[in-house]
């Protein structure tokens, strides 16, 4: 028979532990002898397949790409920030395409834990062998000061009892580009393009969407002995712009070996916007070189499903 004393201690603890579990999911200030409100938050992007018009170095293809190429995100990335000081409370979490073969179900999504409170989360979807580097929201970078065709997503939220702790995540796209379509044959002995542009930067601050400071970029592009010879070959560099539209000077070379010019095309006040692809067509390797003409009408800025509107350029 269970004594008077020894049910009284049964029915204190059980009631305890009803009180502790009530308290777990009550929002307001809380007995320090109860753990801190925790949550699990799951955040899933939602357009992880984007065109494709990476350069053959940074995708790893054998193969030249078909312009319009609907292809997964090499990368995903999230991490979470404390929104008043800044301090990451979340490791990065990447997901890269392996993972997409693996299980492409799992691949956009990400779970993160953490007390109640306000949080800034950022997410990268960007393509290349370049590793990431986050330092802070207001500083990302690549290996090598490459500039790889990335997405972007950064805003605030709140963990609370009234949080919705399934957020759905939309990137946008975070680059401009300058692509130049070579509709002439490219030369047996040609290594590479290289792009040097004036303007645009290395370096993106997640919180505005802009690089912080203007440095120009070089660029270069490895050619896969796979596409000697053929013609229509798009080879596109990606910048961080300043503010949403720029305008830069840019040399394109094609380089042989040991990095000797084998031809050169300057173009002046390229017009560049966040979202945009501008793209230059015409015969880049023929004997004529920079005294070619570059026709006007040649040269716009244009788009496909999720590039943004066509714009055409007017000196």
């Known amino acids: 028979m269970i004594s008077r004393y020894c049910f009284r201690t049964m029915l204190s603890v059980v009631v305890a532990c009803f009180v502790l579990l009530f308290a777990s999911c009550q929002s307001g200030p809380q007995d320090d002898s109860f753990p801190v409100e925790q949550c699990t938050v799951s955040f899933r992007v939602t357009n992880y397949r984007q065109i494709c018009f990476d350069d053959f170095s940074s995708s790893g293809s054998t193969r030249a790409m078909s312009p319009y190429e609907i292809a997964t995100l090499a990368h995903l990335i999230v991490a979470v920030?404390?929104?008043?000081?800044?301090?990451?409370?979340?490791?990065?979490?990447?997901?890269?395409?392996?993972?997409?073969?693996?299980?492409?179900?799992?691949?956009?999504?990400?779970?993160?834990?953490?007390?109640?409170?306000?949080?800034?989360?950022?997410?990268?979807?960007?393509?290349?062998?370049?590793?990431?580097?986050?330092?802070?929201?207001?500083?990302?970078?690549?290996?090598?000061?490459?500039?790889?065709?990335?997405?972007?997503?950064?805003?605030?939220?709140?963990?609370?009892?009234?949080?919705?702790?399934?957020?759905?995540?939309?990137?946008?796209?975070?680059?401009?580009?300058?692509?130049?379509?070579?509709?002439?044959?490219?030369?047996?002995?040609?290594?590479?393009?290289?792009?040097?542009?004036?303007?645009?930067?290395?370096?993106?601050?997640?919180?505005?969407?802009?690089?912080?400071?203007?440095?120009?970029?070089?660029?270069?592009?490895?050619?896969?002995?796979?596409?000697?010879?053929?013609?229509?070959?798009?080879?596109?560099?990606?910048?961080?712009?300043?503010?949403?539209?720029?305008?830069?000077?840019?040399?394109?070379q094609a380089l042989g070996e040991g990095g000797r010019v084998l031809n050169e095309r300057h173009f002046d006040d390229v017009p560049l916007r966040i979202n945009h692809l501008t793209m230059w067509k015409g015969n880049f390797f023929d004997e004529g070189g920079d005294d070619s003409p570059i026709l006007q009408e040649d040269f716009g800025i244009e788009w496909d499903i999720n590039w943004a509107d066509t714009l055409y350029y007017e000196p």
């Open 81 to 252: 920030y404390d929104a008043e000081t800044g301090v990451q409370v979340v490791a990065p979490i990447q997901h890269n395409h392996a993972d997409y073969e693996e299980n492409p179900y799992d691949y956009p999504k990400f779970s993160v834990s953490l007390p109640y409170g306000r949080y800034r989360v950022l997410a990268l979807g960007f393509n290349g062998t370049r590793a990431c580097n986050i330092a802070s929201p207001n500083h990302i970078s690549w290996e090598e000061d490459y500039v790889p065709n990335t997405f972007l997503y950064c805003d605030e939220f709140t963990l609370d009892e009234g949080a919705a702790l399934d957020q759905s995540i939309t990137l946008k796209h975070a680059v401009a580009a300058f692509c130049v379509t070579a509709e002439d044959a490219i030369p047996a002995d040609m290594k590479k393009m290289r792009f040097v542009s004036t303007a645009g930067g290395t370096v993106l601050d997640a919180t505005t969407g802009f690089s912080p400071k203007t440095t120009g970029r070089t660029s270069e592009i490895t050619v896969p002995a796979s596409i000697i010879g053929q013609q229509g070959t798009m080879f596109t560099a990606y910048l961080f712009l300043p503010e949403e539209g720029i305008s830069s000077d840019y040399t394109v």
